[in-house]
């Protein structure tokens, strides 16, 4: 009993001469929450994945399997298992994984243990001496970037770890991703297949989750947004270890990382352990925002911290942005659009000062950048005339350079925010012209669309235009959709033109049931009563021709317009020589109605117009939102403009009250501002005319 109580002694102080002094060994049970890792000369923020073969190559691991001897009652001695023990070597040098275990004859054997097997065993007696043991050849450890330069696939990297793991795990994982990048959606998605089915991976994913709780903590976020982007899934242990550990160790979130982490958490879906993550990583940006140093990383922290984050922390991050204009580049101000959409914060100040600075540096901006800008100031109910003007003209000037995809898609863009950019127009009109055999069906109704909306005639080479497009509309007539091919005719007609083959098409039993019974039903019915007014007041062909049974449309708002009906009480002598809400014929509706003689120089009551009922001018007031005008506020849009020609056609004379205006005018302004609107010129003294060219 003495012999083997010896022998355990000294083959235990020959186990504690393998660790240096300078070197802290501690055994940790297998659970997420790890103790801080000791460290003397290594800083943890220092380290970049991208030098990793300059920095720190790896961790001295030393595992103790089965050696962790205890004395039975008879005296016999048992093994109890135990986990890994991690250590960290001051030296910065890469060891080969050694296992340390007793013989039969309680000597101290070593093994040293490489990825692809066992390589030596053999008893080594300078072990009693209590020296070093000799360092066998080690395995080189290799960055992702080498990996993914020297693969071509993704079961080249697993091919490649199978053979000589190496520390850090993360490595393949980013290699894998970085070559998946490369690849075609069918490509990708071919691989990814091969990369599951590969007998290399979960022996990857189990190495994954060892060395989570002793990577590097930037090597762990990349590791995890890697898995993610390759479709991992989301709910399996290796992803939510690692999620977890991030969760354990976000104390050690340094600036780089936060961007990291930033990214990661909107790559993946939603659940309980992103959420605590989330809200974790808004706590470490609040703490913390105002520390942050680069610009790049406090975009990308407020590109990706979420649209749901409180208004406080938004309102912080948008200071100290402030704070960091000076050092904006143009490419920054660029980016800052989309920054501010993704958080959905409106920031005038922010976005005023970009602009300016995108304006500036315009030419060269690629047509992603602008498309991006556009989108962002939808998003964000941003309407910045001088911005708007600078990518037009822009787009203008290097007409030339742009293909008609992405000249129509700008012009989308534009029609979305209201705004009408008369040359770009001009020009994308003259090339469609040109060549209109070069649109397809989409581009087709969403050119109509565009110029009807926004209500743009150019007179030049208006009519060549419209048969252009017509032309081209007709060319697609045997497969186009019943609702696309109403959109397109309820275009034209907003358009005062009438294509003969395609409303023939239209106007079929089969494809009317069709559209009241299928789709977006309000929407077809809305845009068929169009059409039928349109045919009815515009188009004599038609009038006496078509019936559609439609059901009625949604009736007209009406609103009280206090403030003008009080203004028109003044100028006309009393409420009764005016009226309100009247209702007319084709689902019409003007604010209000005044009966004038036909210089318009005399308004009469109602009751005297019935009795001189000839050679009366009626005049439509209609009160106007912002909305229904082009952005600069002088341009009707399509629908407002469309009403105007049929309430002509209808025999009124149409004046145009911008409600906007009106409230902000004292109440003799705006008297004198409709007494000029409503009076013709001739009958008007010359102060009032001078004052209509005010306003």
């Given at each position: 009993?003495?012999?083997?109580?010896?022998?355990?002694?000294?083959?235990?102080?020959?186990?504690?001469?393998?660790?240096?002094?300078?070197?802290i060994?501690?055994?940790?049970?297998?659970?997420?929450?790890?103790?801080?890792?000791?460290?003397?000369?290594?800083?943890l923020?220092n380290f970049?994945?991208?030098?990793?073969?300059?920095?720190?190559?790896?961790?001295?691991?030393?595992?103790?399997?089965?050696?962790?001897?205890?004395?039975?009652?008879?005296?016999?001695?048992?093994?109890?298992?135990?986990?890994?023990?991690?250590?960290?070597?001051?030296?910065?040098?890469?060891?080969?994984?050694?296992?340390?275990?007793?013989?039969?004859?309680?000597?101290?054997?070593?093994?040293?243990?490489?990825?692809?097997?066992?390589?030596k065993?053999?008893?080594?007696?300078?072990?009693?001496?209590?020296?070093?043991?000799?360092?066998?050849?080690?395995?080189?450890?290799?960055?992702?970037?080498?990996?993914?330069?020297?693969c071509?696939?993704?079961?080249?990297?697993?091919?490649?770890?199978?053979?000589?793991?190496?520390?850090?795990?993360?490595?393949?994982?980013?290699?894998?991703?970085?070559?998946?990048?490369?690849?075609?959606?069918?490509?990708?998605?071919?691989?990814?297949?091969?990369?599951?089915?590969?007998?290399?991976?979960?022996?990857?994913?189990?190495?994954?989750?060892?060395?989570?709780?002793?990577?590097?903590?930037?090597?762990?976020?990349?590791?995890?947004?890697?898995?993610?982007?390759?479709?991992?899934?989301?709910?399996?242990?290796?992803?939510?270890?690692?999620?977890?550990?991030?969760?354990?160790?976000?104390?050690?979130?340094?600036?780089?990382?936060?961007s990291?982490?930033?990214?990661?958490?909107?790559?993946?879906?939603?659940?309980?352990?992103?959420?605590?993550l989330?809200?974790?990583?808004?706590?470490?940006?609040?703490?913390?925002?105002?520390?942050?140093?680069?610009?790049?990383?406090?975009?990308?922290?407020?590109?990706?911290?979420?649209?749901?984050?409180?208004?406080?922390?938004?309102?912080?991050?948008?200071?100290?942005?402030?704070?960091?204009?000076?050092?904006?580049?143009?490419?920054?101000?660029?980016?800052?659009?989309?920054?501010?959409?993704?958080?959905?914060?409106?920031s005038?100040?922010?976005?005023?000062?970009?602009?300016?600075?995108?304006?500036?540096?315009?030419?060269?901006?690629?047509?992603?950048?602008l498309?991006?800008?556009?989108?962002?100031?939808?998003?964000?109910?941003?309407?910045?005339?001088?911005?708007?003007?600078?990518?037009?003209?822009?787009?203008?000037?290097?007409?030339?350079?742009?293909?008609?995809?992405?000249?129509?898609?700008?012009?989308?863009?534009?029609?979305?925010?209201?705004?009408?950019?008369?040359?770009?127009?001009?020009?994308?009109?003259?090339?469609?012209?040109?060549?209109?055999?070069?649109?397809?069906?989409?581009?087709?109704?969403?050119?109509l669309?565009?110029?009807?909306?926004?209500?743009h005639?150019?007179?030049?080479?208006?009519?060549?235009?419209?048969?252009?497009?017509?032309?081209?509309?007709?060319?697609?007539?045997?497969?186009?959709?019943?609702?696309?091919?109403?959109?397109?005719?309820c275009?034209?007609?907003m358009?005062n033109?009438?294509?003969?083959?395609?409303?023939?098409?239209?106007?079929q039993?089969?494809?009317?049931?069709?559209?009241?019974?299928?789709?977006?039903?309000?929407?077809?019915?809305?845009?068929?009563?169009?059409?039928?007014?349109?045919?009815?007041?515009?188009?004599?062909?038609?009038?006496?021709?078509?019936?559609?049974?439609?059901?009625?449309?949604?009736?007209?708002?009406?609103?009280?317009?206090?403030?003008?009906?009080?203004?028109?009480?003044?100028?006309?002598?009393?409420?009764?020589?005016?009226?309100?809400?009247?209702?007319?014929?084709?689902?019409?509706?003007?604010d209000?109605e005044?009966?004038?003689?036909?210089?318009?120089?005399?308004?009469?009551?109602?009751?005297?117009?019935d009795?001189?009922?000839?050679?009366?001018?009626?005049?439509?007031?209609?009160?106007?939102?912002?909305?229904?005008?082009?952005?600069?506020?002088?341009?009707?849009?399509?629908?407002?403009?469309?009403?105007?020609?049929?309430?002509?056609?209808?025999?009124?004379?149409?004046?145009?009250?911008?409600?906007?205006?009106?409230?902000?005018?004292?109440?003799?302004?705006?008297?004198?501002?409709?007494?000029?609107?409503?009076?013709?010129?001739?009958?008007?003294?010359?102060?009032?005319?001078?004052?209509q060219?005010?306003?």
């Amino acid at each position: 009993m003495s012999h083997k109580a010896g022998s355990f002694l000294r083959n235990l102080g020959q186990i504690n001469s393998l660790v240096p002094r300078s070197r802290i060994l501690r055994l940790y049970p297998l659970k997420f929450c790890r103790p801080k890792i000791p460290h003397s000369n290594w800083n943890l923020r220092n380290f970049l994945l991208s030098d990793f073969d300059n920095g720190i190559q790896t961790s001295c691991r030393y595992l103790f399997q089965d050696a962790f001897i205890l004395k039975s009652g008879d005296g016999s001695l048992q093994r109890k298992d135990i986990s890994i023990a991690s250590v960290f070597g001051v030296d910065r040098l890469h060891c080969p994984r050694r296992l340390l275990f007793f013989d039969s004859k309680h000597s101290l054997v070593s093994a040293e243990i490489f990825d692809d097997g066992l390589k030596k065993v053999n008893v080594d007696p300078q072990f009693s001496s209590g020296a070093e043991p000799n360092k066998e050849t080690k395995p080189t450890p290799i960055s992702y970037r080498k990996l993914s330069q020297e693969c071509n696939s993704l079961s080249d990297v697993l091919d490649i770890f199978s053979k000589a793991p190496t520390f850090p795990s993360s490595n393949y994982f980013s290699a894998m991703w970085t070559i998946a990048k490369r690849m075609s959606e069918d490509q990708k998605r071919f691989e990814k297949q091969l990369m599951f089915r590969h007998p290399a991976f979960n022996h990857l994913c189990d190495h994954m989750m060892r060395e989570a709780r002793i990577m590097h903590y930037d090597h762990l976020l990349f590791s995890l947004y890697a898995m993610v982007k390759l479709g991992v899934p989301q709910n399996t242990l290796v992803v939510q270890t690692s999620l977890r550990m991030v969760q354990e160790r976000i104390n050690e979130c340094d600036e780089r990382c936060l961007s990291i982490l930033s990214i990661l958490l909107k790559a993946m879906d939603p659940c309980k352990n992103v959420d605590v993550l989330q809200a974790g990583l808004r706590i470490l940006v609040d703490q913390h925002v105002w520390k942050i140093q680069r610009v790049f990383t406090l975009q990308t922290v407020m590109k990706y911290i979420g649209k749901d984050t409180p208004v406080a922390l938004k309102k912080k991050l948008e200071m100290k942005a402030l704070k960091e204009l000076d050092r904006f580049s143009f490419l920054n101000s660029q980016h800052m659009f989309e920054v501010l959409a993704a958080m959905n914060h409106r920031s005038i100040a922010l976005l005023s000062e970009c602009s300016k600075k995108v304006i500036d540096n315009i030419h060269g901006c690629p047509f992603k950048i602008l498309v991006s800008i556009l989108r962002s100031c939808k998003e964000l109910q941003y309407h910045n005339l001088d911005l708007f003007r600078g990518i037009a003209d822009y787009v203008s000037t290097t007409f030339d350079i742009w293909n008609l995809k992405q000249a129509l898609l700008l012009l989308i863009l534009f029609e979305n925010l209201h705004f009408r950019p008369i040359e770009l127009m001009d020009l994308f009109m003259k090339k469609v012209v040109e060549k209109p055999e070069s649109l397809h069906m989409k581009s087709i109704i969403s050119v109509l669309f565009v110029y009807s909306s926004l209500n743009h005639i150019d007179k030049g080479q208006h009519k060549e235009f419209l048969e252009g497009m017509s032309s081209a509309l007709t060319g697609c007539l045997h497969h186009i959709s019943p609702e696309n091919l109403l959109n397109a005719m309820c275009s034209f007609c907003m358009m005062n033109y009438f294509p003969l083959a395609p409303i023939n098409q239209l106007l079929q039993k089969e494809i009317i049931d069709e559209l009241l019974t299928s789709g977006d039903i309000e929407k077809n019915v809305l845009r068929l009563h169009i059409l039928d007014t349109c045919l009815k007041l515009d188009d004599v062909a038609y009038q006496n021709a078509i019936d559609l049974p439609l059901p009625p449309p949604p009736p007209s708002p009406s609103l009280t317009h206090a403030k003008v009906a009080q203004v028109l009480s003044s100028i006309l002598g009393g409420e009764g020589y005016f009226a309100r809400n009247i209702q007319l014929p084709h689902n019409y509706h003007i604010d209000f109605e005044i009966r004038m003689d036909a210089n318009r120089s005399q308004a009469f009551s109602f009751s005297e117009a019935d009795v001189t009922s000839t050679n009366i001018q009626r005049v439509a007031v209609l009160c106007v939102p912002k909305s229904l005008y082009c952005l600069d506020l002088s341009h009707p849009r399509g629908f407002l403009a469309l009403k105007m020609r049929h309430l002509n056609v209808m025999g009124f004379h149409v004046i145009l009250v911008n409600n906007w205006l009106m409230e902000k005018l004292k109440m003799e302004d705006a008297s004198m501002l409709l007494k000029t609107k409503i009076y013709s010129v001739e009958a008007l003294p010359t102060t009032d005319v001078n004052l209509q060219s005010t306003y």
